[in-house]
Structures are given as C-alpha cells and as structure tokens.
C-alpha cells in the first residue's frame, strides 16, 4: 500500500529537527524562518504543518497553530498532532476541547508526559482536582526532571509574600495603590481570560485589570476602582524553592503595578520598579 502522502526526505527531516533544537533553544525567530523555507519548498505537508503549528505556539499564537493543523491529521506522529491541538486549545481557554484532544494524545502515546502535564491543567481549570492529581503524578513519573512537584506553600505563608512585595515598592507606589486592591486567586477564570482577544495564557501569574492611572482624568465619571490579581498555583508551579517564589511574586507585583500605572519600560525604571 502507497503512503498517503510523499514523505520527507532524509535531508528535509534534518531539518525538521534542526527546527526542533532551535526552539528547545529558545530561538524562536529562527526557528519560524527554518519552517518557513521548507513550507515554500514543500507547502501544505502535513509532517511541516506540525512543526509550524509548534513554532506559532512558541511565538503566543494559539489560533494560528490551529489554522497550521489544518490538514496535518495524517502526519507522521498523530499523538503530536493532538497534543499541539490541545495546547492551542488550551491557551484559547477552550478547556473541553483541549481535554478531548490530550486523551486522543494519550490513547496513542500513553507516556506522553507534556500531555499528562496539559492534562493536570486542564484539569484544574475544569474543577476536577481528582484527575488533576492524578495525571500530574503520570507527568512526573515518566519525567521527574520536567515535571517536579509543585512547591507547597500554605496561603497564610503565599500572602506574606504578597504583603512582603508590596511593603518593598516605593512609597508613591503605595500612596496610588490605596484604592486598588491586589487579589490572590487559585487560578485565573475563564471569564478573566476571555476578557481579552486573544486570550491571555491559562498559565498567567498575574493580571491588572481596569483602566491605568495615567489614562483617567478628572472629567471621569466615578467607577469601580480595577484590581491586580495573583495566581497563586501558576506562581506555585513555576517555582522550585521559596526563594525562587518570593523573587517572581515580586516581579509578578512589579509588573503588574506598572500596567496600574501605566508606565513603559523607562518609567518603570525611574519608579524604582524595574
């Protein structure tokens, strides 16, 4: 029986996995000019189109990787082809549809571990801790390395972190912060998330939300003062010690009263918040 399409050759395959290492290594950029040299030479193959829904990932564009998987069902690796559509899902927000495809990813390829790891945050944001815990556990048995336990820290100790960041800005940072409150939630909701178009990462630590300071004036008409939020378990989740921890809710603090007061990179410089 024929293939169902022309394979790649070897030389192509190469470079497919040249493609991979340089987004392992973090060169996006090249990365999309390597795909997109082999899409021109071979446009359309399904074995490219995962690569190239890979990279649009990497670049924070989840619906260009769905429009990429269109028609790379029949590539070489299927349990790829879903997983990659379960991310795109995923960052989308659309939980449903990213839990359907990582099970099909994981009915091919049951130690896929970034699946099971998809999973247990799909999972959470779902409401089901059970199955949560559960495919964490699978992430982290076929690659403890990638997949560590979360940090356990108990809310009491998170707070005092908080609190710890806040009392660090400078003091007309924490004059303009009186009327807005910073909020510490498990994890963002979907609606928070939808607010925006496109959507903003499941995986955010932390968001303001309302209209910067340096855009309201006088003439405004009274409203409901905005709020910065936490994510706690993105934040538990990234980090591996508490040292690691108080540094990024610092960061995550700074950055998001930045947005509060509408400040660019420069201004954040001067306000002590770089």
């Given at each position: 029986?024929?293939?169902?399409?022309?394979?790649?050759?070897?030389?192509?395959?190469?470079?497919?996995?040249?493609?991979?290492?340089?987004?392992?290594?973090?060169?996006?950029?090249?990365?999309?000019?390597?795909?997109?040299?082999?899409?021109?030479?071979?446009?359309?193959?399904?074995?490219?189109?995962?690569?190239?829904?890979?990279?649009?990932?990497?670049?924070?564009?989840?619906?260009?990787?769905?429009?990429?998987?269109?028609?790379?069902?029949?590539?070489?690796?299927?349990?790829?082809?879903?997983?990659?559509?379960?991310?795109?899902?995923?960052?989308?927000?659309?939980?449903?549809?990213a839990r359907e495809d990582a099970q099909?990813?994981?009915?091919?390829?049951?130690?896929?571990?970034?699946?099971?790891?998809?999973?247990?945050?799909?999972?959470?944001?779902?409401?089901?801790?059970?199955?949560?815990?559960?495919?964490?556990?699978?992430?982290?048995?076929?690659?403890?390395?990638?997949?560590?336990?979360?940090?356990?820290?108990?809310?009491?100790?998170?707070?005092?972190?908080?609190?710890?960041?806040?009392?660090?800005?400078?003091?007309?940072?924490?004059?303009?912060?009186?009327?807005?409150?910073?909020?510490?939630?498990?994890?963002?909701?979907?609606?928070?998330?939808?607010?925006?178009?496109?959507?903003?990462?499941?995986?955010?630590?932390?968001?303001?939300?309302?209209?910067?300071?340096?855009?309201?004036?006088?003439?405004?008409?009274?409203?409901?003062?905005?709020?910065?939020?936490?994510?706690?378990?993105?934040?538990?989740?990234v980090c591996a010690d508490r040292d690691?921890?108080?540094?990024?809710?610092?960061?995550?603090?700074?950055?998001?009263?930045?947005?509060?007061?509408?400040?660019?990179e420069d201004d954040l410089e001067r306000?002590?918040?770089?």
């Amino acid at each position: 029986m024929s293939a169902p399409y022309d394979t790649l050759s070897e030389i192509e395959w190469d470079r497919v996995s040249r493609v991979w290492r340089l987004l392992d290594d973090g060169e996006v950029d090249r990365a999309r000019i390597e795909i997109g040299d082999l899409l021109k030479q071979r446009p359309g193959h399904p074995d490219l189109r995962i690569v190239d829904a890979a990279v649009a990932l990497d670049e924070g564009e989840p619906r260009r990787a769905l429009q990429a998987l269109e028609g790379a069902e029949r590539s070489a690796d299927p349990a790829l082809f879903f997983h990659l559509r379960a991310v795109a899902h995923f960052e989308l927000a659309v939980f449903a549809r990213a839990r359907e495809d990582a099970q099909r990813a994981l009915a091919i390829h049951p130690d896929l571990a970034e699946a099971h790891d998809l999973l247990a945050r799909v999972f959470d944001h779902l409401g089901d801790p059970e199955h949560a815990l559960e495919h964490a556990a699978e992430a982290r048995a076929i690659d403890p390395e990638s997949y560590p336990p979360p940090l356990e820290v108990d809310d009491d100790a998170f707070d005092a972190l908080v609190r710890e960041s806040l009392d660090e800005l400078p003091a007309p940072v924490r004059k303009k912060l009186a009327e807005w409150p910073v909020v510490v939630e498990p994890l963002p909701s979907r609606a928070l998330l939808t607010a925006e178009d496109p959507p903003l990462s499941p995986d955010v630590l932390g968001l303001f939300v309302g209209r910067d300071l340096m855009s309201r004036s006088t003439s405004d008409l009274p409203s409901a003062p905005g709020q910065i939020y936490l994510f706690r378990r993105n934040l538990l989740r990234v980090c591996a010690d508490r040292d690691e921890l108080k540094r990024e809710v610092r960061i995550t603090v700074q950055h998001e009263v930045g947005h509060l007061l509408g400040l660019d990179e420069d201004d954040l410089e001067r306000w002590g918040l770089a």
